[in-house]
């Protein structure tokens, strides 16, 4: 059974960075498609990043960004260590949410890139970021 582990979240100041990362298990498994969306209180889950890679382990065919993480945040994968990580840099107190990684097994340039939420079939449970004005 894959499961996803995520770790990183906390309390920063705006302005502020701050490193998610997401373990996924069993070492075996390859998800061609990885993803973080995030949840703030009152609203509905959005997708922040996606990664795709479909030609195995240690290249990546593309990523993706929400308009307004674009130039602050980075996601990326290290295969080595079954591990997707989300760079946040510049917090913003709009940022403050709860993120969520999530993996899918297969890889389409418009569910996983454009970050549909139905196209991910394994989802970590959350780790909390709050972003202080």
């Known amino acids: 059974q894959v499961q996803l582990l995520e770790r990183g979240g906390g309390s920063v100041q705006a302005g502020g960075s701050l490193t998610l990362q997401c373990v996924y298990f069993?070492?075996?498994?390859?998800?061609?498609?990885v993803a973080w969306f995030r949840q703030a209180p009152g609203k509905e889950r959005v997708g922040v990043a996606a990664l795709g890679a479909t030609r195995g382990r240690g290249v990546n065919d593309g990523s993706n960004y929400a308009d307004s993480v674009k130039g602050r945040f980075s996601i990326a994968r290290d295969d080595s260590k079954n591990t997707v990580i989300l760079q946040m840099n510049d917090l913003m107190y709009e940022d403050t949410a709860m993120y969520y990684c999530?993996?899918?097994?297969?890889?389409?340039?418009?569910?996983?890139?454009?970050?549909?939420?139905?196209?991910?079939?394994?989802w970590g449970h959350g780790t909390q970021v709050t972003v202080s004005p």
């Open positions: 999530a993996v899918a097994p297969s890889f389409s340039d418009s569910s996983c890139l454009g970050m549909d939420s139905r196209h991910f079939n394994i």
């Open positions: 069993p070492f075996a498994f390859f998800p061609e498609c």
